[in-house]
């Protein structure tokens, strides 16, 4: 692990604990390491019933985990090795499925009290849904989405798994709403935001309030606040502020996709979302051309159909491969 943390500079024992689990459940703890976990482990009572609980926790997740060859603090061994999972437990109470990078959440302490309403939610290709609440919030839900929702009495919380989110959150007193995704969360109280995962992370656009977004695990957490009209890229571990178009961002929601000086590559990509018609450039220059307009996003076609008005391009349908064909005009080169 070339980015290991060093345990001393955790200050509260239930990052610590999670620390250890994580070191112990990936296989390749040290003997040194061995005896400095059972050091810590002596210095305070509470520092075994940590551990303990950050294991009662990953054994009570929903999801079907392999077993893994981790020490009980009260009989602390040396471990077994076992293969490294891609996600290691980070965070207290929060563990990453490995093979499937899923954040769950467990434990009824994270909830405050039992779940009170729980569902999943799904979209395929150009599917969009919306979906009202029991809180009287709303979630639409663009193509190839997937959510899954858990409220109880004192938190709201969506799993966002992929895809993207326009929400409409109701302000509940003493429930905060939140989104998590693999890479982070965000957490509001009531407001508008539309969450978009892709290329290992997710992008956040506030139309209304403010939200709170958080990425990295419990004792490196990078945070900020972000207000309307704002939009913020997540990656793991880091917060970096996007221009903010909070029209083009949610245009989906109304059946449309804006291009402004869009490069044409990222505009055939981002129509692919909604439809399976296979589209081809024949040269790597024609993707760098901008392109702009606002496009149905159940009609391709008609994207194809104007493209030539809107950039030196011709395009053609290859019957034989069931491709349609973009290709340069003389005057490109010009």
């Given amino acids: 692990m070339s980015d290991r943390l060093d345990p001393n500079t955790l200050t509260d024992a239930r990052d610590i604990a999670a620390y250890w689990y994580e070191r112990f459940r990936s296989g ?10 059972e050091a810590w482990l002596r210095l305070d009572p509470q520092h075994r019933t940590q551990y303990d609980r950050i294991q009662a926790l990953w054994m009570a997740t929903e999801q079907a985990l392999q077993p893994c060859a981790i020490p009980r ?8 090795k076992q293969p490294r999972s891609r996600r290691a437990f980070l965070g207290y109470g929060v563990a990453l499925a490995g093979a499937t990078g899923v954040a769950v959440v467990v434990g009824p302490w994270q ?34 989405t ?4 858990q409220f109880s009495k004192n938190k709201r919380l969506v799993q966002l798994r992929q895809g993207e989110a326009l929400f ?14 693999a890479m982070g969360s965000v957490q509001v109280t009531g407001t508008q935001f539309n969450i978009y995962q892709a290329d290992q992370g997710f992008t956040v656009t506030v139309l209304e309030g403010s939200v709170q977004v958080q990425t990295g695990p419990r004792w490196h957490r990078a945070q900020q606040a972000l207000a309307a009209g704002s939009a913020l890229r997540v990656t793991e571990g880091m917060l970096t502020a996007v221009p903010a ?3 083009k961002a949610v245009a989906w929601s109304e059946g449309k996709v804006v291009f402004r000086g869009t490069p044409l590559r990222d505009a055939i990509q ?8 296979s589209v081809r450039l024949t040269t790597a220059q024609l993707g760098q051309l ?5 496009f149905r996003v159940d009609d391709p076609y008609a994207f194809l159909e104007a493209l030539p008005h809107i950039v030196p391009v011709g395009v053609k349908e290859n019957t034989q491969q069931r491709v349609f064909e973009i290709f340069p005009l003389r005057r490109i080169y010009n």
């Fill in 28 to 37: 390749t703890v040290t003997p040194e390491e061995q005896q400095q976990f």
């Fill in 73 to 80: 603090a009260s009989n602390a061994q040396k471990p077994v």
């Fill in 111 to 144: 909830w405050g009290g039992a779940i009170t309403y729980r569902e999943a939610f799904t979209t395929a290709q150009g599917e969009q849904r919306n979906v009202i609440l029991p809180d009287g919030s709303s979630m639409m839900l663009n193509t190839n």
């Fill in 146 to 149: 997937v959510a899954e929702v």
């Fill in 168 to 181: 409409d959150v109701q302000t509940v007193e003493n429930a905060p709403f939140v989104v998590q995704m």
């Fill in 245 to 247: 178009d909070a029209h």
């Fill in 270 to 277: 981002e129509l692919k979302r909604y439809s399976d018609v």
């Fill in 290 to 294: 901008k392109v702009s307009g606002v």
